[in-house]
């Protein structure tokens, strides 16, 4: 048979084989979006309990600082608790994994899911993103095994991961963006839109179904800018690279964190030690240095007009809870708490040069912040564009990512196991993570 022929067969093959991969992929982009849907509501409505119903049962104000010192520390040793005691023990340690390597078993999810929707309900700075993609992973591997047997498991849990980072911010854009810089280096033109085919069906179906059960997670607007000039790329190109720096304090500060907080070695003395101290970062702080951030980004940025010194501490005080509640054995990822410090840090900037528009400086030091904690300049890069909405100040940001990235390069990542060096740890893991497309086979499906 002609190399000609030999192409044509192959060709043949990948196209049956995305094509029988396709239902799958959708299914696993549903049933990500209705689990995402389904623990964040678990979420609010014990969040509505503990703040809401209970102090207004017994008379109290949900904001005095006696109220959310009690609740976190509470919320601390209820998490140590689960991850001492109960079955699964809530699920590996946030920070000392990032996304799913590999599906969980699936005995481990109901500790998983307490651990984190306690968390989010009790006003730990943590977002979803890390529990939720565990969750989904392990689920959908027993369920698409079932019916989908010849579907390679790491498969399955790469397009869980596209199907839920969809499902989280309303759109498969991010998780094209993500999976494009995962295969990126092993793939040849025509392959890396193979490699992406999958991970977008599902990323596509998890952003249609959340957006019909009530939109992305991050809703937050920033006004439009009328137009940028030279200055204000001078100004984004500083604000992104100081903001990155300023997120890399905590970075290094969660390691010395970490090991100080498991020195304790049970669970629930550390936890409710985190607690505690997250519940007196919020009697400083306030309620809106509270939970995971998204919605009080968008307080935050309601209330124009703020001195740079409040700005400023809400930022050093959501600083410090992400890198306690991260070091501290609380469940939860770190990219939402990092958009609201990048929100107080980027109006903080623009309380000294009031002549840069908002959009700017608030996109800006979001792209730095989200660079340095969650390392992948794509996902930075995406989330920085999501919250200004702004087309002017798109090409902008490309250009304020590059000295943010020399900034964060060689610095360690935000977790527990990495030494330093900026290898192999963040987001974008390379070949080897289970992001990677299929390989054409025949007959497969």
Same mark, same amino acid.
């Given at each position: 048979?002609?190399?000609?022929?030999?192409?044509?067969?192959?060709?043949?093959?990948? =196209?049956?084989?995305?094509?029988?991969?396709?239902?799958?992929?959708?299914?696993?982009?549903?049933?990500?979006?209705?689990?995402?849907?389904?623990?964040?509501?678990?979420?609010?409505?014990?969040?509505?309990?503990?703040?809401?119903?209970?102090?207004?049962?017994?008379?109290?104000?949900?904001? $005095?600082?006696?109220?959310?010192?009690?609740?976190?520390?509470?919320?601390?040793?209820?998490?140590?608790?689960? #991850?001492?005691?109960?079955?699964?023990?809530?699920?590996?340690?946030?920070?000392? $994994?990032?996304?799913?390597?590999?599906?969980?078993?699936?005995?481990?999810?109901?500790?998983?899911?307490?651990?984190?929707?306690?968390?989010?309900?009790?006003? +730990? $700075?943590?977002?979803?993103?890390?529990?939720?993609?565990?969750?989904?992973?392990?689920?959908? #591997?027993?369920?698409?095994?079932?019916?989908?047997?010849?579907?390679?498991?790491?498969?399955? =849990?790469?397009?869980?991961?596209?199907?839920?980072?969809?499902?989280?911010?309303?759109?498969?854009?991010?998780?094209?963006?993500?999976?494009?810089?995962?295969?990126?280096?092993?793939?040849?033109?025509?392959?890396?839109?193979?490699?992406?085919?999958?991970?977008?069906?599902?990323?596509?179906?998890?952003? +249609?179904?959340?957006?019909?059960?009530?939109?992305?997670?991050?809703?937050? $607007?920033?006004?439009?800018?009328?137009?940028?000039?030279?200055?204000?790329?001078?100004?984004?190109?500083?604000?992104?690279?100081?903001?990155?720096?300023?997120?890399?304090?905590?970075?290094?500060?969660?390691?010395?964190?970490?090991? =100080?907080?498991?020195?304790?070695?049970?669970?629930?003395?550390?936890? #409710?030690?985190?607690?505690?101290?997250?519940?007196?970062?919020?009697?400083?702080?306030?309620?809106?240095?509270?939970?995971?951030?998204?919605?009080?980004?968008?307080?935050?940025?309601?209330?124009?007009?703020?001195?740079?010194?409040?700005?400023?501490?809400?930022?050093?005080?959501?600083?410090?809870?992400?890198?306690?509640?991260?070091?501290?054995?609380?469940?939860?990822?770190?990219?939402?708490?990092?958009?609201?410090?990048?929100?107080?840090?980027?109006?903080?900037?623009?309380?000294?040069?009031?002549?840069?528009?908002?959009? +700017? +400086?608030?996109?800006?030091?979001?792209?730095?912040?989200?660079?340095?904690?969650?390392?992948?300049?794509?996902?930075?890069?995406?989330?920085?564009?999501?919250?200004?909405?702004?087309?002017?100040?798109?090409?902008?940001?490309?250009?304020?990512?590059?000295?943010?990235?020399?900034?964060?390069?060689?610095?360690?990542?935000?977790?527990?196991?990495?030494?330093?060096?900026?290898?192999?740890?963040?987001?974008?893991?390379?070949?080897?993570?289970?992001?990677?497309?299929?390989?054409?086979?025949?007959?497969?499906?």
């Amino acid at each position: 048979m002609s190399d000609t022929a030999n192409d044509g067969v192959l060709a043949q093959n990948r =196209v049956r084989t995305l094509a029988a991969l396709t239902l799958p992929a959708i299914l696993i982009g549903v049933v990500s979006a209705l689990i995402l849907f389904g623990l964040d509501e678990a979420a609010a409505l014990l969040q509505h309990l503990l703040w809401d119903d209970l102090p207004g049962a017994v008379g109290v104000n949900p904001d $005095s600082g006696w109220w959310i010192f009690g609740i976190l520390t509470l919320t601390g040793a209820a998490v140590g608790l689960i #991850t001492r005691f109960v079955p699964g023990h809530g699920g590996p340690d946030s920070a000392e $994994s990032e996304l799913a390597e590999s599906a969980l078993p699936i005995g481990v999810i109901p500790s998983l899911a307490a651990a984190a929707v306690l968390g989010l309900a009790g006003g +730990v $700075s943590l977002g979803p993103e890390n529990p939720i993609i565990a969750i989904n992973a392990a689920v959908l #591997t027993v369920l698409v095994g079932r019916f989908f047997p010849r579907v390679p498991g790491k498969l399955i =849990v790469g397009m869980t991961i596209a199907g839920t980072v969809g499902a989280l911010f309303g759109t498969p854009v991010a998780a094209a963006l993500l999976f494009t810089g995962i295969v990126g280096s092993t793939a040849g033109a025509g392959a890396l839109f193979d490699k992406l085919f999958l991970p977008l069906v599902a990323a596509g179906a998890g952003a +249609v179904v959340m957006n019909l059960l009530g939109g992305t997670l991050l809703d937050i $607007s920033v006004p439009a800018a009328d137009s940028v000039n030279g200055w204000d790329i001078l100004a984004a190109m500083i604000i992104a690279p100081l903001a990155a720096g300023f997120g890399l304090l905590g970075v290094f500060a969660f390691r010395w964190a970490h090991r =100080v907080f498991h020195r304790l070695s049970n669970p629930v003395l550390f936890t #409710t030690l985190g607690g505690a101290l997250l519940g007196l970062l919020g009697v400083i702080g306030g309620p809106i240095t509270l939970f995971k951030g998204a919605e009080e980004s968008g307080e935050l940025l309601a209330t124009p007009g703020q001195p740079f010194g409040t700005l400023l501490l809400l930022a050093v005080i959501k600083l410090c809870a992400l890198v306690i509640a991260a070091a501290a054995g609380f469940r939860g990822g770190r990219i939402f708490p990092s958009v609201f410090i990048g929100v107080a840090f980027g109006l903080a900037a623009g309380a000294l040069v009031p002549d840069v528009p908002v959009s +700017v +400086v608030v996109s800006a030091a979001v792209l730095g912040l989200v660079l340095a904690v969650a390392r992948d300049g794509w996902m930075a890069l995406f989330i920085a564009v999501v919250i200004t909405g702004d087309v002017a100040v798109t090409a902008l940001l490309c250009l304020a990512v590059l000295p943010a990235w020399l900034v964060v390069t060689n610095a360690p990542h935000m977790l527990a196991a990495d030494d330093g060096g900026g290898h192999g740890h963040g987001h974008g893991g390379g070949s080897g993570s289970p992001a990677g497309g299929p390989e054409p086979r025949p007959g497969t499906g």
